[in-house]
């Protein structure tokens, strides 16, 4: 593209969770499905369309095959960290890595979800901004996972809320209430 124009290309990645392929008009749905998506289609229409990626089960397996071109078995990263475990790309050469080292300007927007460890965080893997959360929601904090953190979860002292949360019935439980 360089040579074709003088100018290196943007690079764009877009990540979407729980986006199936007919999702998406530029695949056939959109419209077809009852949900158009014209912008996503625009965009498609100027650029490069992956057709024979590998996807994982989730998001974090995914995101990490896709930074470092590798299955999850060789990332390591097979399932998303839980709150508080390490995780993460440290050691592994990324794409942002690569493109920032070409001179590009790198920069992730939205949900990380790779660890956080300070070795994990988006900086410290090749991108040059951040603009995000580093877990799988907001990073809501009065609200702990009970599997991952059963002390802070079943305190005395947070034991009314808890129990106030749609999804316990006993304060203990992290099933969703029908």
């Known amino acids: 593209m360089r040579k074709k124009t003088g100018k290196k290309p943007n690079v764009v990645v877009f990540l979407l969770d729980d986006v199936g392929w007919m999702d998406v008009g530029f ?16 965009v498609a229409s100027q650029g490069l369309i992956l057709t024979s990626a590998y996807s994982q089960p989730s998001s974090s397996p995914t995101r990490a095959t896709i930074l470092t071109g590798q299955y999850s078995i060789h990332h390591g990263i097979l399932m998303p960290p839980m ?12 794409l942002p890595q690569l493109l ?12 990380w979800h790779m660890g956080e460890n300070k070795e994990s965080q988006p900086q410290n893997v090749g991108f040059d901004d951040f603009r995000g959360f580093n877990s799988v929601s907001d990073m809501y904090t009065e609200w702990r996972d009970v599997h991952v953190n059963p002390e802070v979860a079943l305190s005395p002292d947070r034991s009314e809320y808890i129990q106030k949360l749609p999804f316990s019935k006993d304060g203990r439980s992290c099933r969703a209430r029908r």
Do not use: E, S
């Open 100 to 111: 920032h080292d070409q001179g590009y300007v790198t920069q992730a927007i939205g949900k």
């Open 27 to 42: 695949n056939g749905g959109g419209v077809a499905v009852g949900n158009p998506t014209p912008d996503i289609d625009a």
């Open 83 to 94: 709150y508080g475990q390490p995780g993460g790309l440290q050691g592994l050469t990324t």
